[in-house]
């Protein structure tokens, strides 16, 4: 007779599927960072296939374009390594305004086809305790995941460390002409609304404070 199924591991199922959803809306800009070393390697390789060709190589002239194939794939296996953030069971650590600026700059593309910006002030005492990165950028993730779904009109999203150990995200709307047509946000199998965005907060051990145009994300 198989065990039934616990509360604990419902939650554990729910947190999963939604951490699924913010890596699948990230995966093309994480892919498009791999990619991008590799792809400046290979074009090394074909100048230094140009020079061979010609017959006459010197070590001068190899030089430049070898150091920059060494320098891309050693960016390129330093971003493979970077995936292992993403494993489940992945026990990392991060000071967590490095963890912000990931999570922006994974962000920042998806959001600007929205007409969303992302205004971030970094803090003048930054703190240097340092989190568990893991459920740290999926709880900040969510968030932005969150502004992503509810705005359907241009904005920008004001990110700033007022407080210690927390960082406010406010909502800056654009001038608008009443009599333009509103963009209609684009339609989502899943949406992170307010439910999921604090049910992966939780699970991270990380807290929110809903204001009426921001958010507060506070870690301890």
């Not at 991008?36 to 430049?64: C, Q, T």
């Not at 950028?137 to 007022?162: G, V």
Request: glycine residues 4%.
């Amino acid at each position: 007779m198989e065990s039934p199924i616990t509360i604990q591991q419902q939650q554990e199922w729910v947190v999963a599927g939604i951490r699924h959803e913010i890596f699948m809306r990230v995966f093309p800009t994480l892919r498009h960072g791999l990619v991008g070393p590799i792809s400046i390697a290979r074009m090394s390789v074909s100048i230094v296939r140009r020079l061979l060709s010609r017959g006459e190589v010197n070590k001068a002239m190899l030089n430049e374009p070898v150091e920059r194939m060494d320098q891309q794939l050693a960016e390129a296996v330093t971003g493979i390594r970077a995936l292992q953030t993403w494993e489940p069971e992945a026990k990392g650590t991060a000071i967590p305004a490095e963890v912000l600026r990931q999570g922006i700059a994974l962000m920042t593309a998806s959001l600007a086809l929205r007409d969303i910006k992302l205004d971030y002030v970094p803090s003048d005492t930054q703190d240097l305790d340092e989190v568990r990165h893991q459920p740290f950028l999926y709880a900040w993730l969510a968030l932005l995941c969150y502004f992503e779904d509810r705005l359907s009109e241009p904005a920008t999203l004001r990110i700033e460390q007022k407080e210690p150990k927390s960082v406010c995200v406010e909502i800056t709307r654009s001038l608008y002409d009443a009599n333009q047509v509103k963009p209609k946000p684009s339609v989502r199998a899943n949406i992170i609304d307010q439910a999921a965005l604090e049910t992966v907060a939780a699970a991270g051990g990380l807290r929110l404070t809903f204001g009426e145009e921001w958010v507060s994300f506070s870690w301890a």
